[in-house]
Every structure is written in structure tokens, then in C-alpha cells.
């Protein structure tokens, strides 16, 4: 089945089409969110979203684009939208837990039964920090070096996604990277890992 005939049989409510679907682009989605949410439970609770989306407005999608375009593009804009609400709450947690005390904050201990704790733990942080520095990035940097990086596009995809110029998106991956660099090499000179 090729993608005018996937649309057009979603678009009428097939079945098979829809799954064809999913089994098609799931991992793709999926990547596509965790590359900006760094969770792999609310990435694949994100991508769910973008199919029942796609299953709701099938009949909105035009054909301008490839479906792998247009996926992107949703999975990219649910998550960054996921991030937002998530900061904003976590703003009002930290509001909420000055003024009790921070009572209601749990604290846990995780075990790691490898052979070399030190090292994961490491590993860990490096991620982490790693993450950390690409949620500091301007929001249209962050989408474009997550794109580029986590989902390999070429930078014309990547332009598609986002609906900006080819110039524009080499700029925003330019930028990301080098604001990248500085905030490492600051957390790398203050010896945070």
C-alpha cells in the first residue's frame, strides 16, 4: 500500500489502514518524542496521542507533505507543548513545596545491581546533564538539533517539519550546537560530572 492509498483508507475509516500505520511510523513517533522529553513512558504515552490525532483529522491531511512529514511534525509539537505544561507545573510544585516545606516530597533510592555502579552512575549524569542542556535550548533550536541528532533527518526533512527555510534550520542546528558546547564546557570547567 503506498501512502495516497494508506491516507485515503484511513480517511475511511480502514482498519488495517490505521494499523499499517502505526506499525509503519510507532518507532519513529516514539524516538521522535523522546528525543525532546527524555522519558520513555510519557514518549510512548505521547506517541499514542499523535495516532489518535492522526486517526481523528486523517481527512485534514492534504498531501503536500510525506506522512512521515506530517508525523513528525505532530509528534514534535505535542511533545515540545508536553514540556511546556510540564515546566509550568513544576513551577507550581516548587511554589507549592516553599510554602509547606517540602513535605510532600518523597525521596527514593535506586539499586543498581551492575558491576560497576560508579561508572553507570556516571553515565547517568552525563545524560542527564546532556538533557538538562538541550531543554535550556530556545525552543526552535532544541527542535531542530533534537530532529537532526536523535532522528538522523536531513536538514530539507527537517525544514519540512518545522515549515522554515533550509537557511534556517542550518542556522537554528548551527546555534543549538554551539550553545551546547558553552554550557558543557561551563558545567565541564566547574567539574559538575
Known sequence: MDESELIKGIQQGDNKAFRLLVETYQRM???????????????EDLAQDVFLEIFRTAENFRGDSKISTW??????NRSL???RNNKRKRFFQSIEETFTGGRNRNSEISENRNDQPDQNITDQQRSDLLHRAIDRLPEKQR????LNKYE???Y?????????????????????????????YECYKKKCV
Open 29 to 43: 513517533v516514539v524516538n521522535t518524542c523522546f528525543g525532546i522529553v527524555h522519558n520513555t513512558a510519557d514518549a
Open 71 to 76: 508525523l513528525y511534525r505532530i509528534a514534535t
Open 81 to 83: 507543548n508536553f514540556v
Open 143 to 146: 527542535t531542530a538539533f533534537t
Open 152 to 154: 538522523e533527518l536531513p
Open 156 to 184: 530539507q526533512q527537517i525544514a519540512e517539519v518545522m515549515e522554515i527555510s533550509l537557511a534556517s534550520v542550518e542556522s537554528l542546528i548551527h546555534r543549538a550546537k554551539k550553545n551546547l558546547q558553552e554550557q558543557l
